[in-house]
């Protein structure tokens, strides 16, 4: 077997000058995630311990980004070192499982000295002191393809590493348990190995440097902890077909996985083996250095290829959220600004693709808020996510008219899509969404979620916000702004819903505005709930539609009742119904989502509602970044790390919860930090000179 030592210049040095903050220490973080920009990914946790159904080394999408398959889920491996040393026979295990009910083993987390994610997650295990390992995983960009290398670190004689793929072949919500139907023939070609675990499931490769020895066994009894927690089932059995040896004496230890089947003309070699290593490993290594910052770094990990079906275009698109979502309209919509849009992430190429995709969708002037996972028909479920296209795509228009990008047929595409929406919604379309005589957007129906609170339980809406939700009247009377701004005319309708919105919206005795009027459709009838959905009439949107006093007052009731250093709660903790924490069962979980639970990414429409009313002043956005931005980038360093989690718990702690990696979080983290207060240094000084 032929092994070869690392060099100096394969990427191996540290990648801190990409990082703003230190790595973390691996007691405070606890999942990372490594896109592979086509849907699929390999994710996983600090100590090695998978912890969900997600958590896997090969998870890919059949047909980008949707149809994911967890194909392998994890590895055992181990050390052995044999001969005439003091440490002659001794084994070190290098890999922990959980097992039901709740038993960890092998104890190789109990090594670990080292873990980081830059350029990518780095273990190094240290069983003692004069033995060390380093393990690294690296997702090329494009490719389903993960590489998996181990490296001694000290000159050892007779060190062997055995390295025992874990494999399910599922669909990955699903769980797997043993079974008859499995196939654990593995055709082997040198230094590939191919096994197909199911008729209908992709097949996956290896490449290796290493010897196969086919051992097939089932491993039992996977406990996963962070599903059990979530109420859902949390045990499944793995196949494992064999075991791979390395000599590491030699050199470093080389496993690549992944679904591409196409045979090399010859059968591949261990040298084959580490240079096809050293291609991914340089080629990721150049990839990441242009990513300038942690945010934009993970801005990047939403970016998405979008496959052509007879359903869907093709495409570039966003995904929501890792590990669990694929794109989704309104999230879409809302994270472009931050992470294709902002100054200095600007990925202007992709914006245009993003939204050409979505603009070929609109139907009866509503785009659809879900794509399905696996085909069908569009999900039309949803009144704010066509208006947030609008917003968007004006924002988008403007700044390639800026930058001198784009084509007029690129314009034409999106100017038609926003007229569809704008007449559709001004004519009426599903769901009882329509104009109405006060020039403000009514929408609803008994049963169904329109707004972005949609936590949905059997038939049970938690929130159903039927009539007119504040946000949907600020999103509206935007998008007719943006609109009029593109095309220089005004719809109708704008100065009469700017002229209802104050008299409906604002009681002046009362300093806030109200959540929805109109409540299920009864005219009159106001819903005083004290929500974070008013901060959309005053920040987060280019038209303010409060005067400056009133919007003051909104902004001084949001930050006592509902900021906290994680985002804005969903209600205020003095209302009825409020709930602190989001745990529990799916009833549970899904009654307290929009009920008092903390989102990060209303942050942003926050701080930029917070510095408007001061001025937007260089004092201000200083004050800003260090009293609400700053706290939110030292989470990038916590739970989903180099992320920013989907939600968190609305009493103190602020406990992080829900999806760990989420777009719409980061992206307006980096809309925040890139554009709303970004600092001028020229203001500053000028602003100096004058003190």
């Not at 002191?129 to 690294?136: A, F, T, Y």
């Not at 009864?522 to 919007?551: H, K, M, T, W």
Request: charged share 25%.
């Amino acid at each position: 077997m032929i092994g070869r030592k690392p060099k100096a210049t394969r990427g191996r040095g540290s990648f801190d000058p990409l990082l703003d903050a230190p790595a973390p220490a691996i007691e405070d973080c606890t999942e990372w995630i490594e896109p592979d920009g086509l849907g699929g990914f390999a994710s996983g946790t600090a100590t090695g311990i998978n912890t969900r159904r997600y958590h896997a080394l090969l998870l890919v999408s059949r047909r980008p980004p949707t149809e994911r398959f967890v194909l392998v889920n994890s590895v055992e491996a181990w050390l052995e070192i044999k001969g005439g040393t003091a440490r002659s026979g001794a084994t070190y295990p290098l890999s922990s499982q959980r097992y039901a009910p709740g038993v960890t083993h092998p104890l190789g987390w109990a090594s670990l000295s080292t873990f980081r994610t830059d350029p990518w997650p780095v273990w190094i295990y240290s069983p003692t002191p004069d033995v060390r390992v380093r393990h690294e995983r690296v997702v090329r960009h494009g490719e389903p393809t993960v590489l998996l290398t181990w490296t001694l670190l000290d000159p050892i004689q007779n060190a062997t590493l055995f390295v025992r793929p874990l494999i399910s072949g599922r669909d990955y919500h699903a769980l797997h348990h043993a079974n008859a139907s499995f196939r654990f023939d593995a055709d082997v070609w040198g230094g590939r190995v191919q096994w197909d675990p199911y008729p209908d499931v992709p097949s996956i490769v290896a490449v290796t440097n290493g010897d196969y020895d086919h051992r097939p066994d089932w491993y039992r009894s996977f406990q996963y902890d962070a599903d059990r927690d979530r109420g859902q089932d949390c045990v499944e059995d793995l196949a494992t077909p064999g075991v791979i040896s390395f000599d590491l004496s030699a050199g470093e230890g080389v496993l690549v996985l992944s679904t591409r089947c196409d045979r090399e003309p010859k059968p591949w070699t261990p040298r084959g083996a580490l240079s096809l290593a050293d291609r991914i490993r340089e080629a990721e290594y150049e990839r990441r250095k242009t990513l300038a910052s942690p945010l934009v770094r993970a801005a990047d990990a939403y970016i998405a290829r979008r496959q052509p079906t007879s359903d869907h275009p093709p495409g570039t698109t966003i995904l929501a959220g890792y590990p669990w979502f694929t794109d989704w309209g309104r999230d879409t919509f809302i994270s472009l600004r931050g992470l294709c849009l902002a100054p200095g992430a600007e990925r202007l190429d992709d914006a245009r693709d993003i939204l050409l995709t979505w603009a070929a969708l609109v139907s009866e002037g509503m785009l659809p808020n879900r794509l399905p996972d696996h085909g069908g028909e569009p999900e039309y479920n949803a009144v704010d996510a066509s208006l947030w296209f609008i917003v968007t795509a004006c924002e988008y228009l403007a700044r390639a008219k800026a930058a001198g990008h784009g084509k007029p047929e690129d314009r034409r595409s999106l100017l038609k899509a926003m007229d569809a929406i704008i007449q559709g919604y001004s004519r009426g379309t599903r769901y009882n969404i329509g104009l109405d005589k006060d020039g403000l957007i009514r929408s609803g129906v008994e049963g169904v979620q329109l707004t972005w609170m949609d936590a949905k339980v059997g038939d049970w809406v938690v929130t159903p916000r039927i009539g007119k939700p504040v946000e949907i009247q600020a999103l509206w009377l935007n998008a007719l702004h943006a609109h009029r701004q593109i095309i220089g005319e005004e719809h109708p309708a704008f100065s009469v819903g700017m002229d209802s919105f104050a008299r409906r919206f604002w009681r002046e005795s009362r300093g806030w505005l109200s959540d929805v009027v109109d409540v299920s459709h009864n005219p009159g009838q106001i819903d005083e709930s004290f929500r974070p959905n008013q901060v959309y009439a005053v920040g987060g949107l280019p038209l303010r539609l409060l005067d400056e006093a009133a919007c003051r007052r909104v902004v001084d009731e949001v930050e006592a009742r509902l900021v906290t250093p994680c985002g804005l709660r969903t209600l205020a903790p003095d209302s009825s119904g409020y709930r602190g924490r989001y745990v529990g069962d799916v009833w549970s979980r899904d009654g307290a989502y929009h009920t008092g639970t903390v989102w990060p990414y209303l942050l942003g429409p926050f701080v930029e509602a917070w510095v408007r009313c001061r001025g937007s002043t260089p004092e201000a956005i200083r004050q800003a970044r260090e009293r609400f931005l700053r706290p939110m980038l030292d989470l990038l360093w916590t739970d989903g790390v180099g992320h920013l989690s989907e939600i968190a718990d609305g009493d103190p702690p602020h406990t992080r919860r829900g999806c760990p990696f989420q777009a719409w979080s980061v992206a307006e983290m980096l809309r925040l930090d890139r554009d709303i207060l970004a600092i001028d240094a020229g203001a500053e000084s000028r602003s100096r000179k004058k003190a």
